[in-house]
């Protein structure tokens, strides 16, 4: 029965290393103690099998608590496992020094903690039974004082016989350094018989690197009288196999007490080393591409830096990620991101130098450290390779896919001097290679960053305007061709900052998407937008229809059914009063989940509208599966409608294919009669633009309202 002893001050730690160490195998037996000093007193009448014990505990920490515990009678050779969260090596050598047996990084892998614990109460167990076989002998040899030589000699054959038995390579030399015994396991590793080995140095039998350390190690055994802490060794098989082995080395002592030999223990862990070689490989690298992951790149970029500053050279850090990665992944499906991700990442492969490494970083981002950079053009034409190598299609399944990249470049040590900074500096240089247009690449500037800086303040300041309620709502008309009668309003947010400046959304929506603050931007216009829409119905105004945009990011990251009837319900608005208008970046998402929405909300009388129809590749596509009510012509083939002939035949072409799905047409951007009268002239249900009221404030927009006849007579 196996006695394991927990010593931990955290009762979390200690609960789960005592279940894990209940479940190495039958019959264990687990003591857990909190505090260093309380275990040392326990220990001191009870000797474990194995003792795990953190590093860092009041008190003691666990070298200092090691070492007090190898001073007890009978603990010398107990093996010792710390565990710690430090991953310095200043850490491990004083544990070591203390006389640690085996380390464990925190957070512990469960299946790793099985494995070493194991291998470490089976070589407890040999110990223990070399051990028990030499005290017998040792007995057997004090009670006999006839014959006894012969007692000796027959004592050690059948401890031999024993030996021969127990899988490790074991061994005695003595006090010259000559072996006087050797079990038959080691002989078959060096392919002799035993008796071969017999008398030989060690320096003979393993070289002199590692025999000249194995007879220093035996002297000072002889010299100091303890045993050594268990060490982890390499031994080549015969047959040219590394094997690796955690050996112990202890004396053997005469009946008189006097040591006569050192005996050598080497329990064979080449399994465990693999295992562990395994868990160290999938710590560093990804699981889908097999690339080193952001840990590895981490190292790798140390190391690089230490390199630079003691040649004086340079070295670049390239990131990207793959243009409309999302909406290859949402239209193709995650199978087929998944093969894009491993194609993509064996073209890098083949695009790097062997001293470059090429990383993934997560989802579609991957990075690039190019070693021995001696100009930054040469940065450049390593991000030109990347972006040709990864231009030509990927083909699955018959299915032609095409990407490409937007390629941020830091240099070290012009852009920074330390990772983080290097990676931030990268990242920004992507980004401003992404509002170049994208499929390019960007070397970092010092501009660069005080544009990112700009950024991040008016982040702040958006947050502090969405707290001090900073935000108007302006309303521009939506006018029925027909009649001429105003049937509603596009609400639009603008932004009045602390000094009266009245800031047009262009100038903070597009940062509020990318940070995430679009949400409740969007929220604030939603209720202020139905509020107001209820306050023209209780003014008398006629029902009024108010549109309002939505954001791709809200149905990634909310209920938007639930936030629109929370709206609704909160400011008494009839549903069918608020239309919500979609963009295609919307239609890309997850289209089950966004066609449910849309129709739960139709039930309760919402209406929809598809904004700027007719600028994406896509449109044509999806409008027919979205049960939408109206397709909104964007502005941009308004405007040249009659220089332009194909703008007229695509807004011709719009109308007519709204018509046919049953769907009214709004034209936006309208700021001419004439551009009135041709679109009345082809069938256009609604108009809005300048030419019938810019976006207004509440109190003008319910103004014109009340002068609606005049407009009629103006359409």
């Not at 330390?418 to 290679?433: S, V």
Request: charged content about 25%; aromatic content about 6%.
């Amino acid at each position: 029965m196996a006695l394991v002893v927990i010593v931990d001050d955290r009762i979390t730690n200690r609960n789960i290393f005592a279940k894990l160490a209940a479940s190495i195998e039958g019959g264990v037996v687990v003591r857990s103690f909190g505090a260093p000093v309380e275990a040392l007193a326990w220990l001191a009448g009870n000797t474990p099998d194995l003792v795990i014990t953190d590093y860092k505990m009041p008190e003691l920490d666990g070298a200092e608590f090691t070492r007090r515990f190898r001073a007890l009678d009978g603990c010398a050779d107990v093996p010792v496992v710390v565990l710690t969260v430090y991953e310095e090596r200043s850490f491990r050598l004083n544990a070591l020094e203390a006389g640690a047996t085996d380390f464990l990084q925190s957070p512990v892998d469960h299946h790793e903690f099985l494995t070493r614990a194991r291998n470490l109460l089976k070589m407890r167990r040999q110990q223990l039974l070399i051990a028990s076989r030499a005290l017998s002998l040792e007995r057997e040899l004090r009670s006999s004082e006839r014959d006894h030589e012969k007692a000796l000699r027959d004592s050690s054959e059948r401890l031999a016989q024993v030996i021969d038995t127990v899988p490790a390579l074991i061994s005695a030399t003595d006090r010259s350094g000559r072996c006087i015994f050797v079990n038959a396991y080691q002989a078959a590793m060096k392919g002799v018989e035993p008796q071969e080995l017999l008398g030989r140095t060690a320096v003979e039998m393993f070289g002199p690197e590692q025999g000249g350390r194995s007879a220093s190690l035996d002297r000072l055994i002889c010299e100091s009288g303890a045993a050594l802490p268990s060490y982890e060794e390499e031994f080549v098989a015969r047959s040219g196999e590394r094997r690796h082995f955690l050996t112990t080395k202890s004396p053997l002592r005469d009946g008189g007490g006097e040591i006569v030999a050192v005996l050598t223990t080497a329990l064979d862990i080449t399994d465990r080393k693999r295992a562990e070689g395994h868990l160290r490989h999938l710590a560093h690298h990804d699981a889908l591409t097999d690339l080193p992951n952001r840990a590895l790149l981490q190292d790798r970029v140390r190391h690089e830096i230490a390199h630079a500053r003691r040649n004086d050279t340079k070295f670049a850090l390239h990131l990207f990620d793959l243009d409309r990665f999302k909406a290859i992944n949402d239209v193709l499906g995650h199978h087929v991101g998944d093969r894009l991700l491993k194609a993509v990442s064996d073209r890098l492969r083949g695009t790097v130098r062997e001293t470059d490494a090429v990383a993934r970083l997560g989802g579609d981002e991957f990075a690039i450290l190019q070693t021995n950079v001696v100009h930054v053009d040469h940065a450049k034409e390593l991000a030109r390779r990347v972006r040709a190598a990864l231009s030509a299609p990927f083909v699955f399944d018959g299915e032609e896919v095409t990407t490409s990249v937007s390629i941020g470049i830091a240099l070290f040590p012009d852009s920074a001097f330390d990772f983080e900074e290097l990676l931030k500096r990268a990242d920004i240089a992507m980004y401003r290679a992404k509002a170049d247009g994208r499929d390019g690449f960007r070397v970092f500037e010092v501009d660069m960053d005080t544009t990112a800086r700009a950024i991040t303040v008016l982040e702040s300041d958006l947050r502090r305007a969405l707290a001090r309620d900073e935000f108007v709502l302006h309303f521009q008309p939506q006018v029925d061709l027909e009649s001429g009668r105003i049937l509603g309003a596009e609400a639009l947010i603008r932004w009045r900052r602390e000094d009266g400046d009245l800031v047009p959304p262009g100038d903070f929506l597009p940062s509020a998407e990318e940070t995430g603050l679009i949400i409740p931007i969007n929220e604030w216009v939603l209720n202020n937008a139905c509020q107001q829409a209820a306050a023209w119905r209780k003014a008398g105004l006629p029902p009024l229809r108010v549109a309002v945009n939505l954001s791709a990011v809200q149905f990634r990251k909310q209920d938007v059914q639930k936030v629109v009837m929370d709206a609704i319900a909160a400011s008494g608005l009839e549903p069918s009063l608020l239309e919500l208008e979609l963009t295609e970046t919307i239609l890309l998402q997850d289209t089950d989940l966004v066609v449910a929405q849309i129709k739960a909300l139709q039930q309760q009388g919402v209406t929809f509208s598809i904004d700027d129809f007719g600028t994406g590749y896509s449109s044509l596509a999806y409008v027919k599966n979205f049960p939408v009510n109206r397709l909104k012509i964007d502005k941009s083939f308004v405007h040249n409608l009659k220089a332009d002939v194909n703008d007229a035949a695509i807004v011709r072409a719009i109308i007519n294919l709204g018509h046919s799905l049953g769907l009214d047409v709004v034209a936006e951007g309208v700021e001419t009669a004439a551009q009135v009268a041709h679109l009345r002239a082809e069938g256009c249900d609604e108009v809005q633009g300048y030419y019938f009221g810019r976006p207004m404030p509440a109190e003008d927009f319910v103004a014109l309202v009340r002068r609606e006849t005049l407009l009629a007579r103006t359409a």
